[in-house]
């Protein structure tokens, strides 16, 4: 072992190596005027000398790890030629460090640099980022340690093992041991009892901020504010309607004059015209129809026979479904329904209405495809391709179309059936049954999701339920003739009004807000009525979804049950031909007085129809 003397060891105690240095602890020292490094008062406490003694002979025994000393030599050597050349006076050098941490509470440090020793007072070295800066002459020394391993120990005197150890390991002999430690006395190795913690962030404390920011919230806080003081500021600066509803522009301006004024007025044109049009269609049905079919009855039997096109055959089917369901709806007992439905007490009387207007749109829905599917048939047996399968395809088509429209005539008569002894009631049933329907109706339409497409079906079945509803009113009033007593005719007025302004009032509401939820324009509406225009002047395409597709054969069925019985009080009493007479009479007054009212009416929509569609041309021209 080396013997030192008494300065070596006073030279030794006085000198100690410093933590991991922070940024104030590497600035916060220097040298003293006889080279000594000062430090303030926060660095760990000096080595002894025995202490650094006893660090020797340990390092001396772990010397004889000969693989260990060769790998780092090795990359001493390494990184030794790679650092060649150094940093002159007054520059920087950035020497990058490598901190490890084990996870067993020991902690490695790798430090890739180059150590340097100042001799003067203005050198300053700063290495916890390896930042290397010299004010003075800066000497390089040529055995300086490109790689440095050291291990933290839970002992007493860790500071001067770790000393030690970075001596020995990094090739200095016993013999410039002293020399060695007062070469490196200004370096910086870290401590060992020093371990790097991160900083928590401090918690919210809530008393602090409002401490802190009592200023500011003093406008917020309003519960430390005076009633008084807390009212006029309310008044002069307060919450206000315009803070919790931004400001419009003309695009919403826009928006609510269509759901106000523009959708209303053009659903209801669209609506009164498609009524008319729907109308049109019925007095065809029990004019023009019987008509065709007699002039077809005659030129195929006089002279020479032919056979029927797909049009007549057409014909023929229609009216013989409506026959088929006139006579089977002679054979039904109204008044059996009415006391069916009005003795019932489990279900109330709005909602059977509303289960037979459901069955109303299914088999509505079902008798277009029905008349398809029939049509197509007599386009078959038309064909000169005329083989059994044909006709006894056309044959169970049209059982099945007969069976189809007479269950919807049984719906419709059950409706109309329900209105009436809703009328007829005094226990406020009628509004009962308008208010459950129409909002009804309103809730699942309203609040989903449509498209243009959608909307056009939708204001159709709009149309077709209106001239349902006609067809109801005109039978309670058929009812009223034959049963009621008193002045009757002034309630049935008021009724009827009642019934329509509902239903005036419903699709106005609906429309108007579908299309402002789902942004459709009002020019929309104005499109739906050009394409029935052109329905009734028959220009339209071969794309028929366009179409209001309504099919008069039920209420036709419903209508001739429901006057039947009046007709029936106008005929005398006498011998039959008498009466045969009168029923004629009044058959053919009854045809002309339908007659001229399809007249009218076709001639009044053909002309709105050619002026609507011209009006619509010019403004598309005049738009482009």
Same mark, same amino acid.
């Given at each position: 072992? &080396?013997?030192?003397?008494?300065?070596? %060891?006073?030279?030794?105690?006085?000198?100690?190596?410093?933590?991991?240095?922070?940024?104030?602890?590497?600035?916060?020292?220097?040298?003293?005027?006889?080279?000594?490094?000062?430090?303030?008062?926060?660095?760990?406490?000096?080595?002894?000398?025995?202490?650094?003694?006893?660090?020797?002979?340990?390092?001396?025994?772990?010397?004889?790890?000969?693989?260990?000393?060769?790998?780092?030599?090795?990359?001493?050597?390494? %990184?030794?030629?790679?650092?060649?050349?150094?940093?002159?006076?007054?520059?920087?050098?950035?020497?990058?460090?490598?901190?490890?941490?084990?996870?067993?509470?020991? &902690?490695?440090?790798?430090?890739?640099?180059?150590?340097?020793?100042?001799?003067?007072?203005?050198?300053?070295?700063?290495?916890?980022?390896?930042? #290397? $800066?010299?004010?003075?002459?800066?000497?390089?020394?040529?055995?300086?340690?490109?790689?440095?391993? @050291?291990?933290?120990?839970?002992?007493?005197?860790?500071?001067?093992?770790? %000393?030690?150890?970075?001596?020995?390991?990094?090739?200095?002999?016993?013999?410039?041991?002293?020399?060695?430690?007062?070469?490196?006395?200004?370096?910086?190795?870290?401590?060992?009892?020093?371990?790097?913690?991160?900083?928590?962030?401090?918690? @919210?404390?809530?008393?602090?901020?409002?401490?802190?920011?009592?200023?500011?919230?003093?406008?917020? &806080?309003?519960?430390?504010?005076? *009633?008084?003081?807390?009212?006029?500021?309310?008044?002069?600066?307060?919450?206000?309607?315009?803070?919790?509803?931004?400001?419009?522009?003309?695009?919403?301006?826009?928006?609510?004059?269509?759901? &106000?004024?523009?959708?209303?007025?053009?659903?209801?044109?669209?609506?009164?015209?498609?009524?008319? #049009?729907?109308?049109?269609?019925?007095?065809?049905?029990?004019? #023009?129809? *019987?008509?065709?079919?007699?002039?077809?009855?005659?030129?195929?039997?006089?002279?020479?026979?032919?056979? *029927?096109?797909?049009? $007549?055959?057409?014909?023929?089917?229609?009216?013989?479904? @409506?026959?088929?369901?006139?006579?089977?709806?002679?054979?039904?007992?109204?008044?059996?329904?009415?006391?069916?439905?009005?003795?019932?007490?489990?279900?109330?009387?709005?909602?059977?209405?509303?289960? @037979?207007?459901?069955?109303? /749109?299914?088999?509505?829905?079902?008798?277009?495809?029905?008349?398809?599917?029939?049509?197509?048939?007599?386009?078959?047996?038309?064909?000169?391709?005329?083989?059994?399968?044909?006709?006894? %395809?056309?044959?169970?088509?049209?059982?099945?179309?007969?069976?189809?429209?007479?269950?919807?005539?049984?719906?419709?008569?059950?409706?109309?059936?329900?209105?009436?002894?809703?009328?007829?009631?005094?226990?406020?049933?009628?509004?009962?049954?308008?208010?459950?329907?129409?909002?009804?109706?309103? /809730?699942?339409?309203?609040? /989903?999701?449509?498209?243009? $497409?959608?909307?056009?079906?939708?204001?159709?079945?709009?149309?077709?339920?209106?001239?349902?509803?006609?067809?109801? +009113?005109?039978?309670?009033?058929?009812?009223?003739?034959?049963?009621?007593?008193?002045?009757?005719?002034?309630?049935? +007025?008021?009724?009827?009004?009642?019934?329509?302004?509902?239903?005036?009032?419903?699709?106005? +509401?609906?429309?108007?807000?579908?299309?402002?939820?789902?942004?459709?324009?009002?020019?929309?509406?104005?499109?739906?009525? $050009?394409?029935?225009?052109?329905?009734?002047?028959?220009?339209?395409?071969?794309?028929?979804?366009?179409?209001?597709?309504?099919? *008069?054969?039920?209420?036709?069925?419903?209508?001739? /049950?429901?006057?039947?019985?009046?007709?029936?009080?106008?005929?005398?009493?006498?011998?039959?031909?008498?009466?045969?007479?009168?029923?004629?009479?009044?058959?053919?007054?009854?045809?002309?007085?339908?007659?001229?009212?399809?007249?009218?009416?076709?001639?009044?929509?053909?002309?709105?129809?050619?002026?609507?569609?011209?009006?619509?041309?010019?403004?598309?021209?005049?738009?482009?």
């Amino acid at each position: 072992m &080396m013997m030192m003397d008494e300065d070596d %060891r006073h030279r030794i105690s006085t000198r100690w190596f410093p933590r991991a240095a922070s940024f104030d602890d590497l600035f916060g020292h220097g040298r003293s005027s006889n080279g000594d490094v000062t430090t303030s008062s926060s660095h760990s406490p000096p080595v002894t000398a025995d202490e650094i003694l006893e660090d020797q002979n340990q390092s001396k025994r772990r010397k004889s790890r000969g693989s260990k000393k060769n790998k780092s030599s090795k990359k001493r050597n390494k %990184r030794r030629n790679k650092l060649q050349g150094g940093s002159g006076s007054g520059e920087i050098q950035v020497l990058p460090t490598v901190v490890e941490l084990e996870c067993n509470g020991d &902690m490695k440090i790798e430090n890739d640099s180059r150590f340097c020793q100042a001799r003067s007072l203005g050198d300053t070295v700063f290495e916890s980022g390896s930042i #290397v $800066e010299s004010g003075g002459i800066m000497q390089e020394r040529e055995s300086s340690v490109s790689s440095v391993k @050291l291990r933290q120990r839970n002992v007493n005197g860790g500071g001067g093992r770790l %000393r030690d150890e970075f001596i020995e390991e990094n090739g200095f002999s016993n013999d410039n041991t002293r020399d060695s430690r007062e070469s490196l006395m200004g370096l910086w190795v870290p401590d060992a009892n020093h371990e790097k913690k991160l900083e928590k962030e401090l918690s @919210l404390d809530w008393g602090k901020v409002m401490d802190e920011h009592r200023v500011n919230l003093e406008g917020i &806080m309003s519960t430390e504010m005076s *009633p008084s003081r807390y009212f006029m500021r309310e008044i002069y600066g307060g919450n206000t309607m315009r803070n919790t509803i931004s400001v419009g522009n003309e695009k919403e301006r826009q928006k609510v004059y269509n759901t &106000m004024f523009h959708v209303p007025l053009k659903c209801e044109r669209l609506i009164l015209t498609g009524f008319f #049009v729907c109308l049109d269609s019925f007095l065809s049905l029990l004019t #023009v129809v *019987p008509l065709r079919i007699l002039i077809s009855l005659w030129s195929i039997f006089n002279g020479q026979f032919r056979w *029927p096109d797909a049009t $007549e055959l057409s014909d023929f089917g229609c009216f013989m479904i @409506l026959a088929s369901g006139v006579v089977i709806l002679q054979l039904t007992d109204i008044s059996l329904i009415y006391h069916i439905i009005r003795g019932q007490g489990v279900i109330k009387l709005y909602v059977v209405y509303n289960v @037979l207007e459901i069955f109303d /749109k299914l088999l509505q829905s079902l008798g277009v495809d029905i008349l398809q599917v029939l049509f197509n048939s007599a386009e078959g047996v038309a064909s000169s391709d005329r083989t059994l399968f044909v006709f006894l %395809r056309c044959f169970m088509d049209h059982v099945i179309a007969t069976v189809i429209f007479i269950l919807h005539s049984f719906i419709l008569l059950a409706q109309a059936i329900t209105l009436s002894t809703c009328i007829i009631a005094h226990n406020n049933a009628l509004m009962a049954l308008l208010v459950s329907n129409n909002f009804a109706e309103i /809730k699942s339409n309203v609040f /989903k999701k449509f498209s243009k $497409e959608n909307l056009h079906n939708v204001i159709f079945n709009d149309i077709i339920e209106i001239f349902h509803i006609t067809t109801f +009113i005109l039978f309670v009033l058929a009812q009223n003739i034959l049963e009621a007593e008193g002045s009757w005719f002034g309630n049935f +007025i008021n009724n009827a009004i009642l019934v329509y302004a509902c239903e005036l009032i419903i699709d106005i +509401i609906k429309h108007a807000f579908l299309a402002n939820f789902n942004d459709i324009k009002p020019d929309a509406y104005s499109d739906f009525l $050009e394409d029935l225009c052109k329905q009734v002047l028959n220009a339209q395409s071969d794309d028929t979804r366009k179409n209001l597709k309504f099919i *008069p054969l039920a209420p036709a069925c419903v209508v001739i /049950k429901t006057l039947t019985p009046i007709y029936a009080t106008l005929l005398p009493y006498g011998p039959l031909p008498w009466r045969w007479f009168w029923i004629i009479f009044w058959s053919t007054l009854t045809f002309l007085i339908l007659a001229i009212s399809k007249i009218l009416v076709g001639v009044t929509l053909n002309r709105l129809a050619t002026w609507y569609i011209k009006q619509r041309t010019e403004r598309k021209q005049h738009v482009d």
